[in-house]
């Protein structure tokens, strides 16, 4: 596609649900990245891939959150018996090299856990 | 700690002005950088970036500035326009390490 695509838009879900959500990168880039935005705040790292293998994951905040790339493409984050202070919009980015290349973004999905 | 920061939280301008967006650095190993707006609802959207071996980059009606001396970058938008409105974030990365680190952004509110 033209641009990042992520999905659900929206998610809501009761505290303890386990949640999956949807990343499709920009065809071809080998870099897909994952972040966390709180309300009024900047973006914050969670995890990288380089097609399948995810070489950076020190930005999970816990073991309840997981993310795969298996075959290099579409990527999915997992968060499992989810607690409210997860609540944020999560925004996956592509690019196509590693260095001094621009991510781009998708528009994010926005999960609220009641 | 190393961080990326932002001067002015809001900015409010009007139609037709230049912008000025600043941000800091506190990281030198820091050589890429790029700005990003994003708009409510939406996603970050490249607008600029620039490495470190430059001081300066332009691109329509945009302009960045770097200064490693001082660790300072800023954003600077010609003839704003009312569709500029949005936050307004500067993000780095550090050396080799891929990950951007943004800064909190600046609201910049362009007034007809």
């Known amino acids: 596609g033209a641009g990042v695509s992520q999905s659900p838009r929206y998610k809501v879900a009761k505290r303890g649900q386990d949640v999956a959500l949807r990343c499709d990168p920009i065809s071809g880039h080998v870099s897909l990245f994952w972040y966390q935005q709180a309300l009024g705040q900047g973006p914050e790292f969670l995890t990288y891939?380089?097609?399948?293998?995810?070489?950076?994951k020190s930005g999970l905040p816990s073991d309840r959150f997981f993310a795969e790339r298996p075959e290099g493409s579409v990527s999915t984050l997992k968060i499992q018996r989810t607690q409210q202070e997860d609540s944020a919009v999560y925004l996956c980015a592509s690019s196509s090299d590693r260095f001094y290349q621009p991510q781009h973004f998708g528009d994010g999905t926005r999960l609220s856990i009641l | 700690g190393e961080s990326v920061g932002l001067h002015l939280p809001t900015l409010s301008v009007q139609e037709g002005d230049n912008s000025i967006i600043n941000c800091a650095y506190s990281?030198?190993?820091?050589?890429?950088f790029i700005w990003y707006k994003q708009e409510s609802g939406k996603g970050p959207q490249f607008i600029i970036d620039i490495r470190s071996n430059m001081d300066k980059r332009q691109g329509q009606r945009v302009t960045v500035l770097l200064n490693k001396t001082v660790k300072h970058l800023s954003l600077q938008i010609a003839a704003t326009q009312p569709g500029d409105s949005a936050v307004y974030f500067c993000?780095?990365?550090?050396?080799?390490?891929?990950?951007?680190?943004f800064g909190k952004g600046t609201l910049l509110t362009v007034n007809p």
């Open positions: 990281n030198s190993a820091s050589d890429y």
């Open positions: 891939f380089q097609n399948e293998a995810q070489l950076d």
């Open positions: 993000a780095e990365n550090k050396g080799s390490n891929y990950k951007l680190t």
